[in-house]
Structure formats: structure tokens, C-alpha cells
């Protein structure tokens, strides 16, 4: 099959599993599951194709760093948030879809800060 | 003597001024004849990713995800691809950006109707299409038309020329690379596919792309949608897009997340 046709079969697909990241393949996520990750910022990364939450953990007698996955700049600046939303050190509450393959990886789902209070316009990714 | 030549310049410049203004004024009266499309415009896949609602929606297939009119010959090569049982995983590993990303990202007509914000300049000579992830359609209504054909070759973004009809742009695009026409889609044209778009703002807050593509080697008849825009509430600028951190590789295939 020569590229063209293979890259039109690709998208004949894609539908099915286009998540609403705009950047990827939503297939990696496993949206039927939700964790609560709670934890301290490590890093809060204002990027594109997506911004970034690292996030460390306290989980099985240590601490796991989790990368959470969140939109665009432009797709969070919408949604209320600003590069200096987060800074390393602050206590944050998020909900991820998980990574299907089991690593500390996830979908931004909704975060709320210390004081209870959500991040950004509540459920925006 | 300094005087004289501080003088001479003087009346020089006042000459030029005298000069210019008229060609000024022609200009602006061109503007004036121009409808006003300024603001920030987004598509609805854009609209999709910027709902509160969060990850939860999905794209719409669009209209150019829809099924061309294509011929037979196309048809069956169509038709074979959906059968194709290696597609489902390619589609899992799709990427907008960044490395193993399909080049027709960055394609028209996907730009038109892929999820971003542009910009609308409008002159006399020219309207740009400003996109957020950087591509610039360059309409040119100056009256000129395609370049000959030893002058041209195909692009992702074609050549376009067009021309105004009361507060309707009609835009004529040819020259565009061979290929499909939506990341969303199906749609596949040749390079001598010929696109005609007529653009006319609906009311304050939606524009409309009524899209027709032709291409008698691959379709039977010529397709035709209409695409709408809306105009973007909470932004004051075009933020651009750069694809600088892309942090999904593939590995094994597989979308995956790369440590920082």
C-alpha cells in the first residue's frame, strides 16, 4: 500500500479516537477511569503542543513524580489559567484519566488548590 | 545658500505631500468599500477544545471529513482503506504536531476548519488569513490572476486570488499539493483540484466559508460545504502556537509521555 492510500485510511479512523486535546490521539488515556492525584508541584511547564503539571506524589512508601498532561497555552488562558498559576511547592488536588500503560501519566481533568478552591474555570483542561 | 537648499527641500516635500494625498485618498475610499471582519475568529473543532466541559468532547468529523464524490476508480481505493485492519492502530497514534505528525496539518483547506483562532486582515490589495499555528493564506484582489503555469507549482497552501462581490469574497485557489484535505477526513484530491470559497460575514459574531472543491480526475461532481466561524469572546490577541515542547512520543507503537 503506498503512503497515500495508507494515510487515507489513517484518517479515515481518526474520528473514533481524536480526543479534544487538539494535538493527539486520545486513545492513550483511559477515559473511563479517574484517579485523585494529591501532591506537591514540581513543576508547572507553560508549553505548547501542551502545558504540564509535574507533580510529586506520596504513594507506595515514597514519592512518584506523575506528568499530567493539559491543553494548549492558548486552551488554558481561555480557561483562566496563567503561567504563574502554579509554582513548585504548592499543594494541589487533580484529577487525571490515567495512561493505559500503567506509568505515572495522565489527562488533566480538574485541580483545586490548598484552600479547596478550583483552579482555572472549574473542568477546564 | 543653506537657505536656499533648506528651502528647496521644503518645497520638495510639500510637492511629494501634494502628490501622495490623492493616491491616499483613493485608498481609503478602497477601504471603506470593505467589510469589517476584524476580531479573532475560531473554528468549531477550536470551540470543542476550548469548552468548559473539558477533554470529555471530541471533534466533529467536519465537512471536510465527510465522503467525497469521488469516481469509481477512488471510490474502491477508498472503500479498501476502511477495510485496511492496520488503520485503527495508526489512528491511535496520531499526532497534530511535532515528530510523526502527517504533513497535511498544515494544509488548505484543513486550516480552515481545523481547531484554531485566526485573524481576518482585510485591504484593498489583499486579505490575510492569519492563523494561530502560523500558516498565512494570502488572498491577493488586486486584480491579478494565478501565475502561468511556468510559474507555478503545488503547495500545501495553494495560490489564491480573488475578488469582491459587495461584502462577499470570492477566493479561487489552485496549485495545491496533492493530497488528503482534512486530517479528520477521507478526502483525498489531486494537484488539479480547484477550490472556489465565497466568504460573507452572517451577523457580529459568525463568518461563512461556503467551500466548493473540484476535481474531475477523483470526483464524479464537484463538493461543496459551508463552514462557519465564530468570533472568539475571550481573547484580546492571536496567541501563537508553536509546537516547541512536544512531549508524546511514539515508542513501540504507541503514544507515549516523555519524562521532562
Known amino acids: ?125 | 545658500m543653506r537657505s536656499i537648499t533648506l528651502s528647496a527641500a521644503c518645497l520638495v516635500l510639500i510637492v511629494s505631500a501634494a502628490h501622495a494625498d490623492p493616491t491616499s485618498a483613493k485608498r481609503v475610499r478602497a477601504f471603506a468599500r470593505l467589510p469589517d471582519w476584524t476580531g479573532l475568529w475560531e473554528t468549531e473543532a477550536s470551540k470543542v477544545i476550548t469548552n468548559p466541559a473539558g477533554r470529555s468532547g471530541s471533534f466533529s468529523r467536519g465537512n471536510l471529513g465527510g465522503h467525497p464524490p469521488y469516481n469509481p476508480e477512488w471510490e474502491q481505493k477508498y472503500q479498501a482503506a476502511l477495510s485496511n485492519a492496520a488503520t485503527a492502530q495508526q489512528a491511535n497514534t496520531f499526532k497534530g504536531c511535532g515528530e510523526g505528525s502527517p504533513r497535511y496539518m498544515r494544509s488548505f483547506p484543513d486550516i480552515m476548519e481545523a481547531p484554531m483562532v485566526f485573524q481576518v486582515v482585510v485591504t484593498p490589495e489583499e486579505t490575510l488569513f492569519v492563523m494561530d499555528h502560523g500558516e498565512i493564506r494570502h488572498i491577493y484582489t488586486d486584480g491579478r490572476r494565478h501565475p502561468d503555469k511556468d510559474d507555478l507549482w503545488p503547495t500545501l497552501l495553494g495560490d489564491s486570488v480573488g475578488h469582491w462581490q459587495s461584502h462577499t469574497l470570492i477566493i479561487d485557489t489552485i496549485a495545491r499539493i496533492a493530497g488528503p484535505v482534512s486530517i479528520f477526513g477521507t478526502g483525498e484530491v489531486s494537484e488539479h483540484a480547484h477550490f472556489t470559497e465565497r466568504v460573507r460575514r452572517l451577523d457580529e459574531n459568525t463568518l461563512e466559508d461556503e467551500l466548493t472543491i473540484d476535481d474531475p480526475q477523483r470526483f464524479v461532481h464537484p463538493w461543496t460545504m459551508k463552514i462557519h466561524y465564530s468570533r472568539v469572546p475571550d481573547l484580546n490577541r492571536l496567541i501563537p502556537y508553536e509546537c516547541e515542547a512536544d512531549r508524546n512520543p511514539i515508542v513501540n507503537g504507541n503514544l507515549t509521555i516523555a519524562p521532562r
Not at chain 1, 30 to 46: E, R, Y
Not at chain 1, 60 to 67: H, K, L, N
Open chain 1, 1 to 125: 500500500m503506498g503512503p497515500s492510500r495508507r494515510l487515507l485510511g489513517v484518517l479515515a479512523t481518526l474520528l473514533s479516537t481524536a480526543s479534544a486535546s487538539g494535538h493527539h490521539s486520545g486513545a492513550m488515556f483511559d477515559a473511563q477511569k479517574t484517579l485523585t492525584l494529591a501532591g506537591n508541584v514540581k513543576a508547572f511547564q507553560w508549553s505548547n503542543p501542551h502545558c504540564w503539571i509535574q507533580l510529586l506524589v506520596p504513594m507506595q512508601g515514597g514519592t512518584v513524580e506523575w506528568s499530567i498532561e493539559m491543553g494548549s497555552t492558548t486552551e488554558l488562558y481561555r480557561s483562566g489559567w496563567r503561567p504563574g498559576t502554579l509554582k513548585p511547592g504548592d499543594k494541589v488536588t487533580v484529577l487525571v484519566h490515567p495512561v493505559r500503560d500503567q506509568s505515572p501519566g495522565g489527562a488533566f481533568v480538574s485541580a483545586t488548590g490548598a484552600d479547596g478552591k478550583p483552579l482555572g474555570k472549574a473542568g477546564a483542561s
